[in-house]
């Protein structure tokens, strides 16, 4: 296999019509030769009704990225699995498999299996969210054997939270972070999941000052992508990002 060209390309189907932090942050943590592929959909907000509108939308996304011959789809987007639920998110990952050929995958199943993997069934939370969307989150997990025994939010809207600057991104996700971390030392793990959430520098750090595992959605779906290579590793990823991609 020649290193001068990808040796592994993800297929990220990213909510949004326009993608920024997603691609930027996966460039900081990926390894070198590993490429992202981004289609977009048009997610209007967080409801059922929402994601529905969109899941048509998503199979022509998913034809065009076997066509661009990834190694694996990813449907991003935390929100979108949680209104579903877990036994229809599952069921449409199986579809997908059986439609493409391919691995498919969505952020909040990357973040399961990585807690999993991790031993952590007792988790913290923080997010930019209401209490709907939360609430949705904690039942997926709940689902999957995760209990979240702290949280903490500063709900937004769907306009404001794409509004908000990386500088302001980055200040909340320390905020948040550790005041949901000092609240609940006995949490194994810190789950901070929103793909237009700018947290990726916040991460090293919250994992310094609490030892424990920090989670963003571009992580945990890296790091399944590279779990699910395993041989085919060209490449490893900086280890100083995350303790969970330090293993792999």
Known sequence: MSIIYPWYKLGYVIPHLATDMDAYQFYRIAPEGMMLVTPFLNFQGHSLEAVEAVLPTFWERAELLVKKKVDRIALSGVPVASFLGRTRMQALLAEARERTGLPCDTDLEAHIAALTHLGANKIALATRWGEATVSRLTGYLAEAGIEVIGCQS????????????????????????????????????????????????????????????????????????????RDRILHRPDPRWSKLLAGV
């Open 154 to 229: 500063r709900p937004m809207s769907f306009a404001e939270n794409k509004a908000l600057t990386p500088e302001g991104d980055h200040a909340l996700a320390l905020e948040l972070g550790r005041q949901v971390m000092r609240e609940t030392p006995d949490a194994q793990a810190l789950l901070m999941p929103g793909g237009l959430w700018y947290a990726i520098h916040a991460v090293p750090m919250l994992e310094a000052e609490f030892g424990k595992p920090v989670l963003l959605n571009i992580i945990s779906t890296t790091w399944a992508a590279l779990h699910s290579a």
